[in-house]
């Protein structure tokens, strides 16, 4: 088999089990090394993806400038790699100081959630584990409302805010959801500790995979 074959199978780039069930979706915490492969992700959407991401189909330039201007010491990026160490769903929580007028929170910032998904990862709850572990974090920082905004027809973001309990209002073809969360205790703590323990233990794996797959193929090149 080519070492370029793993890439062929949405299934295989997956790691769908053989029994058929569900794998394991580990999400990990972004960095500024994953901005390449972000941007990569983003640019792969198709313009029906790139419409319900960004509520309209942004050209090739805006989101590479949406994607450099993420500032990953303000926000928390999150992110779900196949097991061939490619990206295939990208959660960005932003954060804001809260409007003064509001009447959700007291709190002194609020949070907003956006997530996609690659079509080869897609129908295995990504979404949703990437919207629960941006909650936690939130819950975690003192957070306690969570927003989506998307357009009434995302399918997708309006199954994972009516799953979660978020209060949606609708206007004009667009709709906005929140959730309130409740504060953090020990348990939220170590479940956030542990799964980007997890995570990170999947992604060094993935990472050196990757690595000794690139330096095979190169071997058998050479013969």
């Known amino acids: 088999m080519n070492s370029s074959d793993l890439f062929q199978n949405p299934l295989r780039r997956w790691g769908k089990h053989r ?16 901005r390449r492969r972000m941007l990569r992700h983003f640019l792969e959407l198709e313009d029906s993806d790139r419409l319900l991401r960004f509520g309209s189909v942004l050209p090739d330039e805006q989101v590479t400038s949406y994607v450099n201007g993420i500032d990953f010491s303000r926000d928390m990026v999150f992110g779900v790699y196949n097991r061939v160490f490619r990206l ?105 500790a542990l799964h980007e323990q997890f995570a990170v233990l999947d992604y060094t794996y993935k990472a050196n995979k990757r690595i000794a797959v690139k330096w095979l193929g190169r071997l058998i090149g050479r013969k």
């Open 19 to 34: 029994n058929g069930k569900r794998p394991t979706v580990l999400v990990k915490e972004l960095r500024e090394r994953d």
């Open 88 to 192: 295939v769903a990208v959660g960005h929580l932003a954060f804001a100081p809260r409007d003064e007028s509001s009447t959700v929170t007291d709190k002194e910032r609020v949070a907003e959630f956006g997530v996609s998904v690659s079509r080869s990862a897609r129908g295995l709850g990504v979404g949703s584990r990437l919207f629960e572990r941006a909650a936690i974090h939130c819950r975690n920082n003192d957070v306690d409302t969570l927003y989506m905004h998307c357009l009434s027809s995302n399918k997708t973001m309006m199954h994972i805010a009516k799953k979660a309990g978020m209060e949606i209002h609708r206007d004009y073809g667009e709709a906005d959801a929140y959730l309130k969360l409740l504060p953090a205790d020990p348990t939220s703590m170590l479940q956030e």
